[in-house]
């Protein structure tokens, strides 16, 4: 059978183009599995990528909660020389690098603290940090991740006045009044109790309340003039300053004391008369002494000229002897050299004072009194301090803090009337080299410019007291509470020891009760009662109530919006917490 040639050329061009579909179906295949394996190697490649970028940002985050850590447990651990290197700083910050980097654990870190200017005092911010961390895979160290974290923490002292409660003792509300002002932030725990037209001149906060209620919605400008808030959440209150006591226990660092302690500061020193529980001696600077009255009794040493001569002896120079007044012993001297020295303050910058706990004391703030004489109880940790610093200092004390107004390691007998011995008078608690000067115009407050470093820390765990009443004296041993004072537990018998226009430079910490002004509604008026610091109180004191005692004028120290006394006491259950979080493209360089 022939095939025609119009079949057969059909034929041959089917073929044709079979074989040319079957080239084209090749190619389509290779390229198909070309492109596969491409965007498979891709993806392997990707998925490597993110798994870097994963394990950087890890390591990255890493080293930021260590560094977290160690601000939660030192807050200043990076000033340790053996550890950390200062890299760097300028007039706007401090960077600071651990010496021995931790490559081991594939990240980098630097800290920044913020240095704050203040006037025209340069400081580097103790509530506020950075820190920057940079973080790799050690599979490609070259892709690298890098975090920067703020770190901020609150602090009493950022407040003029903080409060737990606004109650006293008894449980009473305290009022602020008109005629009060108060230059600076407040806050409260509690409810804000308000009568009349205070002056609240900076930023107020409550979580509680504020009576007059209608007060919560339509504050008053002329009361509020820095604005009202409601917060959510309370500042905790501490449950102990074990803290303080530690740093002073810490040899050769702090400066610990147990028992009655009289300090005055004098500068960069001071000096300091103790009952030293411990040993059962008193102490002047740190030196023992034994003392004896002239007289029979405690009548006849009183009446000489100079209040309280007596024979003295050195334990630790035992030929060493001699019968004077105060004054001639603070001078003593043996071989040409003075045997008393005023002590330079702690290196740590905390003295503590500690002492046995008065159960039975009941001495409170309006001088509802069972046990008066616990007051000056020798074995009884209160403190009884005055004077001017120089540097940075914080005193604690395990009971009770009284200031005074006369140097309180003069124990003779007082007359501030003038009929007696006239004490060395120092007007309050001041700072050396550091001045104050509001900034108010027309009865509103801006700010406060204040020039200086000095800055002082007082911490009492139950009371802070501005001295009203008598005088801590010298017995030759703690025998009973009839000897332990000058004065008397009668409103014939006291002795007024508080002086006008009291003057207070510090940040001041109650833990237990409150601060204020003993017997307040008792006396005489006693003028202005000037304060440059901060007020933290677990209860609200007074310090007057016309027509005696104080009126208040309360500044805030602007630098402890960013600094505090060393080792001062902070919110409880509240450490450093993250302010904001972010990725940034400027790794920490290498060393």
């Known amino acids: ?44 490649l990707s998925v490597n990528t993110f798994m870097a970028s994963y394990d950087a940002m890890r390591n990255a985050e890493t080293g930021y909660n260590k560094y977290l850590w160690e601000f939660n447990h030192n807050g200043t651990f990076y000033s340790d020389t053996d550890k950390y290197q200062l890299a760097s700083e300028d007039s706007q ?83 602020w009044v008109s005629g009060e002002s108060l230059y600076g932030p407040l806050h409260t725990n509690g409810t804000l109790f308000i009568s009349g037209s205070p002056k609240l001149c900076g930023p107020v906060s409550y979580y509680g309340a504020v009576n007059p209620t209608s007060y919560q919605n339509n504050p008053p400008s002329s009361i509020f003039r820095g604005g009202l808030t409601h917060v959510s959440s309370t500042i905790p209150w501490p449950n102990a300053n074990t803290k303080l006591l530690a740093q002073a226990r810490i040899a050769n660092k702090g400066h610990y004391y147990k028992g009655r302690t009289c ?14 529980a411990d040993t059962g001696s008193w102490k002047y600077d740190n030196i023992a002494y034994q003392y004896a009255p002239t007289g029979s009794n405690e009548n006849q040493k009183s009446q000489n000229a100079e209040k309280e001569y007596g024979n003295y002896k050195i334990p630790s120079i035992p030929a060493f002897s001699f019968t004077g007044s105060f004054s001639d012993f603070r001078n003593a001297t043996y071989q040409s050299e003075p045997i008393f020295t005023s002590l330079p303050l702690p290196d740590n910058g905390v003295i503590y004072v500690d002492g046995s706990p008065a159960s039975s004391d009941t001495n409170d703030l309006y001088g509802n009194n069972t046990a008066y004489g616990s007051k000056f109880s020798p074995a009884f940790g209160n403190l009884f301090i005055s004077g001017q610093l120089e540097g940075q200092l914080t005193v604690a004390a395990a009971n009770d803090i009284f200031l ?46 204040v020039n200086g470093s000095d800055m002082l820390g007082l911490v009492g765990d139950r009371k802070i007291r501005i001295l009203h009443y008598d005088w801590p004296r010298q017995l030759p041993n703690p025998a009973g509470t009839t000897t332990e004072y000058w004065g008397g537990n009668s409103s014939s018998s006291r002795i007024d020891m508080a002086r006008s226009n009291y003057t207070i430079h510090a940040a ?13 509604t008792e006396g005489s008026d006693k003028g202005n009662l000037t304060v440059f610091g901060s007020i933290a109180q677990r209860l609200r004191g007074i310090v007057g109530q016309d027509p005696a005692g104080y009126t208040k004028q309360y500044y805030h120290d602007p630098r402890m919006l960013y600094t505090t006394p060393p080792y001062y006491v902070q919110p409880g259950q509240t450490g450093w ?15």
Not at 123 to 134: I, L
Not at 508 to 520: A, I, Q
């Open 508 to 520: 001041m910490f109650v833990r237990r009760s409150t601060y204020g002004y003993e017997f307040p």
């Open 404 to 449: 005074t107004a006369y140097d309180p390691t003069d124990w003779r007998n007082p007359n501030p009337q003038g009929t007696g011995v006239i004490l060395p008078v120092t007007g309050g608690i001041t700072y050396s080299n550091t001045t104050f000067a509001p900034n108010v115009s027309g009865g509103v407050w801006a700010s406060t410019t």
């Open 1 to 44: 059978m022939q095939v025609s040639r119009m079949n057969f050329l059909s034929a041959k061009k089917e073929k044709g183009n079979t074989i040319l579909m079957v080239v084209v179906l090749m190619a389509v295949v290779v390229l198909l599995g070309g492109a596969a394996l491409s965007i498979a190697r891709n993806q392997g």
């Open 263 to 276: 300090i005055m500061l004098r500068g960069d020193q001071y000096d300091v008369r103790c009952w030293d």
């Open 577 to 591: 917490q993250v302010g904001e979080w972010k990725e940034i493209y400027t790794p920490v360089a290498q060393e």
């Open 93 to 175: 910050k401090r960077i600071y690098k651990p010496i021995a980097t931790a490559h081991a654990d594939n990240y980098r870190v630097e800290i920044e603290i913020p240095m704050v200017q203040v006037g025209s005092q340069s400081m580097p911010s103790s509530n506020q940090a950075f820190v920057r961390s940079t973080g790799w895979s050690p599979k490609s160290p070259s892709q690298q991740r890098t975090l920067q974290v703020e770190l901020v923490k609150r602090s009493f002292a950022q407040f003029a006045m903080i409060t737990d409660d606004n109650r006293d003792e008894s449980g009473t509300a305290i009022y």
